[in-house]
Nanobody, 111 residues
Framework: QVQLVESGGGLVQPGGSLRLSCAASGIILSDGQTTWYRQAPGKSREFVAVITTSGQIMYSDSVKGRFTVSRDSAKNTVFLQMTNLAFEDTAVYSC?????WGQGTQVTVSS
């Protein structure tokens, strides 16, 4: 059974940082591409970042320069390091691999 489990969300002030994790079981993340998405209240899901099998990384323009994706193959986990967070980064962040999705983790940026 494949499971993706996100963690690391929380409440942070503007300018703060968080590191999200996407831990997988039943599937090897490095065998495919893992994508981070987010969905803010009342908005549709949007692409955040992706790391491919070869390690190529792409970011949405809204997070480029602030967010960093990495992968730890030994832990079968993909990370999303988020810095200089802004109010508009508030959303549920989810990771995706092929047809599999995690349950999401809430990130709230508030003063």
């Amino acid at each position: 059974q494949v499971q993706l489990v996100e963690s690391g969300g929380g409440l942070v002030q503007p300018g703060g940082s968080l590191r999200l994790s996407c831990a997988a079981s039943g599937i090897i993340l490095s065998d495919g591409q893992t994508t981070w998405y987010r969905q803010a209240p009342g908005k549709s899901r949007e692409f955040v970042a992706v790391i491919t099998t070869s390690g190529q990384i792409m970011y949405s323009d809204s997070v480029k320069g602030r967010f960093t994706v990495s992968r730890d193959s030994a832990k079968n986990t993909v990370f999303l390091q988020m810095t200089n967070l802004a109010f508009e980064d508030t959303a549920v962040y989810s990771c995706n691999r092929d047809m599999y999705w995690g349950q999401g983790t809430q990130v709230t940026v508030s003063s």
